[in-house]
């Protein structure tokens, strides 16, 4: 009897402290200072992004839907998680969405040398800097992320929980127990006048060996989507459109330095993509995964920019040590299998199907070995199951990531 009573009040005064946010979990990250450091100078480049924006409406980086409602108190959208590393100093900021409305939190997908990150910018009270960050690993992927027509995404809500005091709450939907956690909240007047958006956002540089944008290579192959996005009018949720919002004729990738990119609206207004050079297609298989034989010293490695947070390294240098992907499935006849894989130096790799005649192919230094880059090579494969070997009888072969046959 003593100890239900104490439990109660112990209950009790747990409600008390929590009332709002008890039922649900909290996305971990950083906050503070720690968060600043975390996001480095994919932060500071943002920061000189958006005063550009606000000085120079001529300044094309950046293109989506921009939101017209000022009475809207939310937005909800659903964006893409690419493992891409940025390299060359540039950054990827998309989707990026601050809702409509006077909101306080600007959600981003940053793209940094250091792997994908979701952040919290805080625009409210004075601030105006990183309110939290979470790097979207291997670990966050689990929870917060699901697949979608074969694009890993996220779901955001940021809706305003506080009308006297301005307070703005982001939450991220958990995947895992289908509740919405809790992101990051502020509070305060909001800092920067004018639109609201959910759109694509660069700084970048011109590569002199490609004469594109260093992102341009980065993110080749990937498409990056904003998809069912709602706002929040009257308590109910309802589409962005263009009663609502707009979103501009697409511009050319030529304005981003990037002439591989090409823009599209998916649905007027809350569905925009963009994608750089051509869209993957075919099935992709993770090195890592666990249907795969890792021969000799062949070994799983965690790595932050690797397709589910791990490649397979020590393949080759020998013909013991290799890696085979079993259970490819094909329809008879030549496919084009990309490698993609992560190397801090110049090497190559023999890639064969059903061990027959391997095809050798360079796998040039990608700049380290959590950074991804991709060969492609062509095999002929059988009709139903197949296995893929890759190997290197002389030399070490580079870590693999994944492999796509289309
Ligand atoms: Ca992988």
Known sequence: ????????ALSLSLVDVTPA??????????????????AGDAAVRF?????????????????????????????????TVLNVTTTGGDYVYAPTALPPGNACLEMTTAYTPSGPKLWAWDWCGGRDTIGKVVDMDAAFQATYTTVVDGRRVYTMDEHRTSTTANTWTAYLMNYRTGAWDVFYTSTGTKDIPGSTWDFFEIYTTVNPSTGAGYFCRDLQGATIDASNMLVQQNGNWVPASPTNS???????????????????VVHANDAWRAQVGQAQTGTSYEAEATAN???GQAVRRNSSGASGGAVVGYVG????????????????GTHRVTIYYASGENRSVAVSADNGTATTVSTPSTGGWDTVGSVTATLTLAAGTNTIRLANPSGWAPDIDRVVVS
């Open 293 to 295: 034989t890792l021969a």
């Open 47 to 79: 920061r000189e992004l958006t005063e550009a924006r606000i000085a120079r409406a001529d300044l094309h980086t950046a293109w989506g839907t921009f939101f017209n409602d000022t009475a809207s108190t939310g937005l909800r959208a659903t964006h």
């Open 1 to 8: 009897m003593r100890a239900w009573i104490l439990l109660a």
């Open 246 to 264: 707009s979103l501009a004729s697409p511009p050319s990738g030529s304005r981003f330095d990037c002439p591989s990119l090409t823009f599209s």
């Open 21 to 38: 946010v008890a039922a649900q979990g909290v996305v971990p990250g950083l906050t503070g200072s720690a968060a600043v450091r975390s």
């Open 317 to 332: 240098n020998g013909t013991a040590n290799y890696l085979q992907l079993n259970n490819i499935t094909a329809t008879a």
